[in-house]
């Protein structure tokens, strides 16, 4: 061996880099930050009030070990339930509820790449029905996922006679019924029948499905609901868990056993853009349910394993620049491979304005194939495994999480907490908080608050739904709720309202209204403040008229009132708004009286000076973007 070989030994390599204690870098840091306050500067405080390090060291892992001495297949699963690979599903979301449409795109979608299709079954009333709609998918390799069903246990009925006609070994069928009577009260403000009742079928289907099919899974937790109604994630976490430990308690208290109830369970999580937080979300409900389970001392441990449905979240989606919703899909799909789904839906990413068509049908299976065959996530079980960020989100979350767990277990269980109101409320409180942060531009959501299309036009592609006086079969009577219910929206819709409403305006033959930017003075705060106020008004839909910068203020005036535009912003320095605002505003005001004028920062000292001069509205980084843009439409009769 040379001496260059023996210089590239591994234990060489670095040798001239001494390891370097946490004290060092934290007083590296300390320095850097000339005095300011390392907690508020560096420390990042998530929604679920966990705080988040800049940076994690060897160090942090210190107290973790059942996490990292966990393996792959093995109690508490916090590494994922199989030892071989990490394969999901990948399925397809059929809506449709017309049984040949929704048997036409499901058999499109298997032989396209999905592995699992989910169903609307709300139409299905017959054993024949179950056979068109199940016409032609190998129910030997594909999952099909039953929603929407008025009664389980008759499309049980029915699915055993179909399966009896077309000699279907039920014994290798893999099935998910969405049955889940705590999510129906929670979207409905009542049970289906009573609580009793509802609870009551769930114990039939898992009498009759023990030894006939025992690939069905009867039992849903959708903690999807929750996600989509502005929840935080360990609020999802929590009270996903304290709803299937709601199911565990009332079932085998009714004479099931543990091994009888655990594995024909199904978690449905949404899964949203913090792409890391998300990854140990599924980590540590695996972790948290295998321990709630291993308190019913089941006979198998296999029986703690939780099965993982993971979909695409909505709370986050945008109608406008639609296919951003894409790369949001893209990357969430990524955070559930990473943290070992069981099945992945991607919803398609125009579904919030249209009928998805083929094209976004095949973009949403698509991805998923790209990440498995191009990405290869599919091949490695639990990459984050031994990450001090990610071990230490997992165990994070997993904390909290069970700490609201046992506060909703102290308040007699899940089902009581629906009853109070308590469960309603936390995550009400939660969307607030998350709606305020979209309003004040805290939180920047692309092509809606933040950089959106100015060009873009969306009422035309919006497919209104059709009023339906079609008789549904199975109709419930209305009944007034008896129950808070949770309020499933988008984080952007009051925004995207906005824009609708200017929109409609133009439609109905008015003009759009248009916002000129007088830039003067100091270029680089000129600039920076009108690409500020194009996407602050550009979040209500109107016309920005931009320049490069007038000379003096005279040049700046006549050129906005010369364009008609209904606001004018002044774009500059707060030293140059001393000397030039007011008296810019005067001459706007004086040319054309119904003009709004507006200034583009909060220059404090002078606020009550250029107000009495004129001024209407002041808009920098601290404003509530969603109220100053609906007083605008107000004062313009633009309105929604």
């Not at 308590?422 to 531009?441: G, H, L, N, P, T």
Request: glycine fraction near 6%.
């Amino acid at each position: 061996m040379d001496n260059m070989e023996k210089e590239n030994k591994p234990g060489r390599l670095f040798k001239e880099f001494p390891p370097i204690a946490t004290s060092q870098w934290e007083e590296k840091i300390q320095q850097d930050l000339k005095g300011a306050d390392y907690e508020k500067k560096l420390i990042w405080r998530t929604a679920e009030g966990i705080k988040v390090k800049p940076y994690y060291r060897a160090e942090d892992l210190t107290g973790l070990r059942q996490m990292l001495t966990s393996i792959p297949g093995q109690f508490p699963f916090v590494r994922g339930t199989g030892n071989e690979s990490n394969q999901w599903l990948i399925a397809q979301a059929i809506e449709d509820s017309d049984i040949e449409k929704a048997n036409h795109l499901a058999r499109e979608a298997t032989t396209r790449g999905a592995d699992a299709v989910i169903l609307d079954a709300s139409a299905v009333n017959s054993a024949g029905d179950v056979a068109k709609l199940l016409k032609g998918i190998d129910l030997n390799r594909v999952t099909v996922c039953f929603n929407s069903a008025p009664s389980y246990e008759r499309l049980l009925t029915y699915m055993d006679e179909s399966f009896k006609a077309s000699g279907t070994d039920k014994s290798k069928v893999k099935m998910i019924f969405d049955f889940d009577p705590l999510s129906y009260v929670l979207l409905n403000g009542n049970f289906y029948s009573t609580a009793e009742g509802d609870l009551l079928e769930g114990a039939e289907l898992l009498k009759d499905t023990k030894d006939t099919l025992p690939g069905l899974k009867v039992l849903s937790v959708n903690g999807q609901y929750f996600h989509n109604a502005g929840s935080t994630l360990v609020q999802e976490l929590a009270f996903a868990l304290a709803s299937g430990n709601e199911y565990l308690h009332w079932y085998t208290t009714r004479g099931f056993s543990i091994d009888e109830i655990a594995p024909k369970m199904t978690f449905v999580f949404a899964t949203g853009g913090n792409y890391f937080m998300e990854i140990a979300k599924l980590r540590a409900a695996r972790l948290l349910w295998a321990q709630i389970v291993n308190q019913y001392k089941p006979a198998s441990m296999d029986s703690a394993k939780m099965h993982i449905h993971s979909t695409t979240a909505n709370w986050n989606k945008t109608i406008y620049d639609p296919y951003v919703n894409l790369l949001r899909t893209t990357t969430e799909a990524m955070s559930a491979a990473l943290g070992n789904a069981d099945i992945i839906t991607v919803l398609p990413f125009d579904m919030n304005y249209e009928e998805p068509d083929d094209f976004s049908l095949r973009m949403s299976r698509n991805q998923q194939i790209i990440l498995k065959e191009e990405s290869n996530l599919d091949k490695v079980i639990d990459p984050a495994a031994g990450s001090y960020y990610i071990e230490n989100l997992t165990a994070s979350l997993a904390d909290a999480a069970w700490k609201l767990f046992l506060e909703v277990e102290g308040k007699g269980g899940m089902m009581e907490a629906i009853k109070t109101g308590f469960i309603q409320d936390e995550v009400a409180a939660s969307a607030k908080q998350k709606m305020e942060d979209v309003a004040y531009r805290r939180t920047l959501v692309l092509g809606t608050n933040q950089h959106p299309n100015l060009n873009e036009n969306m009422l035309g592609k919006i497919q209104m739904e059709e009023d339906a006086d079609v008789e549904v079969p199975e109709s419930k009577p209305f009944r007034q709720p008896q129950y808070k219910t949770l309020d499933i929206r988008r984080a952007t819709d009051e925004f995207e309202d906005l824009r609708l409403a200017t929109e409609i305006w133009e439609n109905e033959g008015n003009k759009r209204p248009a916002v000129f930017m007088l830039t003067i003075g100091n270029q680089a705060m000129r600039k920076a403040r009108a690409a500020f106020s194009t996407g602050f008004f550009g979040g209500a839909g109107y016309s920005i008229i931009d320049n490069a910068g007038f000379k003096d203020a005279e040049e700046g005036v006549k050129a906005a009132l010369a364009s008609d535009a209904e606001i004018v912003v002044i774009c500059s320095s707060d030293e140059e708004y001393a000397e030039l605002a007011g008296g810019i505003t005067k001459s706007i005001k004086t040319g054309k009286p119904g003009a709004i004028v507006v200034v583009a920062g909060y220059p404090k000292e002078i606020i009550d000076t250029l107000k009495a001069s004129g001024v209407d509205e002041f808009i920098h980084v601290k404003s509530n973007a969603l109220n100053t843009l609906y007083s605008f439409q107000k004062k313009l009769e633009v309105m929604l």
